[in-house]
């Protein structure tokens, strides 16, 4: 059996989720339900929260808890979107896991030491808080962080230092040759363009007086170990690494790593400079998606656009939120979240689209006196749209256009709706059952086409199409999408 491994970046367990953080897990559950219920392939599907670091330990301490305190409430409420948003991940990793994280930290910590990549240095520099990171002047909007409009804190300090700078060429060249390819192109070139210019090396560790909520550092009990090493490190720590050689050698690389675009340095330099340099494979594929903005807005606390997942889900359904965010957002792109647009989708798309093909469809199957042999499930005349379709999905799907994938699906639903009504199955015509039989095998491969996107939608249709034995059983399914 083939396998396929697939990760999301890790969110900062400084709060909870908002539906800006909706794009990650759900890209990452179409591919798995993909390959593992499409091409039958044993999936290993990681996801997780990054828990160190000084804004926890502020935040904590601004909410009267503990970091700890403050993690676990967030850890579980990225955790619960696997309820929320109906999601199939396999595996849940959390940085403060000292039994499943930390040897892998360690271990890859120990191997860049011992072949010399890091080193101790004095540093000057500009840190974010807000990005837990160090940044440069060319980073600033003068002299503010503009995603965090706060100015940077001018720290000097002694750390340890990844040798960062060591590896420039091996990673253009990999990303060149397509050894390890960045999704979409335009990305590619950005990240290639930073390479070009030099890549600078970078700090490893934070001095503990500093950063005492974090790895320490082995063998330097005045250092914390910063976030490159510990939280990247979760990629490889979810599946044994520095406790189970077998299982990292049977899942690593990745197959495919989903980041959003303000995490490509990490995850297109830093983080495969740290797999040359311990000698580790470079993931195949980093794919990176664009932002949610609400009513054509970054989302912030100070505009007042914050929404919450399950608010959503609350109102419209699991599905119905699976469908929006996958069929609005071109998955390369930013997309824009308004309620006034999710409705207009929701009734044109759901409703008066696939809910209301299966509607029509079934009741009419379920009220005729027709006898439909499962073998003569078919397309009518001899048709090939539905086949035809599934090739060009296969393709769109390797090329992550997932709206477009909705889009050729949704032209299936419009052609079946519009021979429902042109030939009028409803009247007893001589071709009635030979159209019924084509309606019925299209609803089936609608429902089919559509499991990695509405999982839940589509096995409502499937169950009402029994085609076990020799004649088919229809059972009329309750209304799918109730209109708005």
């Not at 759900?26 to 828990?51: C, M, P, Q, S, W």
């Not at 495919?256 to 995490?263: C, L, P, R, T, Y």
């Amino acid at each position: 059996m083939e396998k396929f491994y697939i990760t999301t970046s890790i969110p900062y367990a400084s709060a909870g989720p908002h539906v800006g953080h909706i794009l990650d897990p759900l890209i990452a559950d179409v591919l798995a339900r993909y390959h593992r219920d499409v091409k039958n392939e044993e999936v290993k599907f990681l996801v997780g929260t990054d828990e160190h670091g000084i804004k926890i330990v502020r935040t904590a301490e601004a909410q009267n808890k503990t970091p700890k305190q403050l993690v676990d409430e967030n850890s579980a409420k990225y955790r619960a979107l696997k309820e929320t948003l109906n999601l199939s991940y396999t595996d849940f990793i959390r940085t403060t896991d000292r039994e499943k994280h930390w040897p892998g930290v360690i271990k890859m910590w120990n191997l860049l030491l011992e072949a010399g990549k890091i080193e101790k240095r004095k540093y000057r520099g500009l840190y974010c808080v807000g990005h837990e990171s160090f940044v440069t002047e060319k980073d600033l909007v003068n002299g503010i962080c503009p995603d965090h409009q706060k100015a940077p804190e001018v720290i000097e300090e002694e750390n340890w230092f990844f040798k960062l700078s060591d590896h420039s060429k091996q990673i253009a060249e990999a990303l060149e040759s397509g050894k390890m390819q960045v999704v979409p192109e335009s990305r590619k070139n950005e990240i290639l363009s930073l390479i070009k210019e030099g890549l600078e090396d970078v700090s490893f560790s934070r001095p503990k007086k500093d950063l005492s909520w974090g790895v320490p550092v082995p063998n330097d009990s005045e250092q914390t170990m910063y976030v490159w090493c510990d939280a990247l490190v979760n990629y490889i720590s979810a599946i044994g690494y520095g406790r189970d050689d077998n299982e990292v050698s049977k899942w690593w690389p990745a197959d495919i790593q989903v980041i959003g675009k303000d995490n490509l340095r990490f995850h297109a330099a830093i983080w495969p400079g740290m797999l040359l340099a311990a000698g580790l494979k470079l993931p195949k594929i980093i794919f990176v998606h664009g932002f949610v903005n609400v009513d054509g807005k970054k989302i912030s606390k100070t505009v007042g656009n914050v929404i919450l997942p399950e608010e959503i889900v609350k109102k419209y359904g699991t599905d119905a939120t699976r469908y929006y965010f996958l069929r609005e957002f071109p998955a390369t792109n930013d997309g824009d979240f308004s309620f006034e647009k999710f409705e207009e989708r929701y009734n044109g798309e759901l409703a008066n689209g696939l809910g209301n093909l299966v509607a029509r469809v079934l009741t009419l199957a379920s009220k005729t006196n027709l006898e439909i042999k499962a073998s003569d499930l078919k397309e009518y005349r001899n048709g090939n749209t539905i086949s035809a379709t599934r090739i060009e999905i296969s393709k769109l799907m390797n090329e992550f256009k997932f709206n477009e994938v909705l889009a050729r699906i949704w032209l299936l639903i419009t052609l079946a709706d519009g021979m429902v009504t042109q030939e009028k199955v409803w009247e007893n015509t001589d071709s009635k059952k030979e159209i019924m039989e084509h309606l019925i095998f299209s609803v089936k491969n609608i429902a089919q086409m559509i499991f990695p996107f509405m999982p839940a939608t589509s096995e409502k249709i499937l169950k009402s199409i029994d085609d076990s034995g020799d004649v088919v059983k229809i059972t009329k399914p309750e209304n799918l999408f109730p209109r708005i």
